[in-house]
T-cell receptor, first 114, second 115 residues
């Protein structure tokens, strides 16, 4: 069964550094999402992406965050200058189309900012 | 904005018994989708079951079933014949049928299975 994959599984970085989290969607999926889960808290929506542009973003997704699909397959989340409070699990999710489809989640990237 | 509430931070059940996890939500929409996701210690999010609001019949997936009460805005998950592998955090989630369809999650219920 096809799966969403994410790399790296764990990223440790120093405050102020840039990080790029990568997601490989299921091949025929067209809608992409990033969610964040701070340890012990609920999963929160960050951004949705369709047709090579952002369709919605949350208030968490400020100017330090960006997303792109540079090569038509990988879907990346970049944090330009990490803060301590960016430490969290980041999940990529993808779905085929709208309405009737389910979002499938990747295994997540644990980001630790020191 | 839609909200999802899970009022049980923790639940426990004896192995082979049945347990019900509660979820309520608030929305002004008439058409939407509801989901239960399971998050084991590996922290991967795994879809357990989904329900379309326009369907009156409750969804079932093997040992997992839901009690969907649209008027009450309630969406509980019943796990029958609980197994040790069911131990996890369970998140209820809401998704609109229009727009970009982001998921809105509840705060989760940690389920412990007692051998």
């Amino acid at each position: 069964e096809p799966e969403v994959t994410q790399t790296p599984s764990h990223q440790v970085t120093q405050m102020g550094q840039e990080v790029i989290l990568r997601c490989v969607p299921i091949s025929n999926h067209l809608y992409f999402y990033w969610y964040r889960q701070i340890l012990g808290q609920k999963v929160e929506f960050l951004v949705s992406f369709y047709n090579n542009e952002i369709s919605e973003k949350s208030e968490i997704f400020d100017d330090q965050f960006s997303v792109e699909r540079p090569d038509g397959s990988n879907f990346t989340l970049k944090i330009r200058s990490t803060k301590l409070e960016d430490s969290a699990m980041y999940f990529c999710a993808t779905q085929v189309r709208t309405s009737t489809d389910t979002q499938y989640f990747g295994p997540g990237t644990r980001l630790t900012v020191l | 904005a839609q909200t999802v509430t899970q009022s049980q931070p923790e639940m426990s059940v004896q192995e082979a018994e049945t347990v019900t996890l509660s979820c309520t939500y608030d929305t002004s929409e008439s058409d939407y989708y509801l989901f239960w996701y399971k998050q084991p210690p590996s922290r991967q999010m795994i879809l357990v079951i989904r329900q379309e609001a326009y369907k009156q019949q409750n969804a079932t997936e093997n040992r997992f079933s839901v009690n969907f009460q649209k008027a009450a805005k309630s969406f509980s998950l019943k796990i029958s014949d609980s197994q040790l592998g069911d131990a996890a955090m369970y998140f209820c989630a809401y998704r609109s049928s229009v727009g970009n369809e982001k998921l809105t999650f509840g705060t989760g219920t940690r389920l412990t299975i007692i051998p």
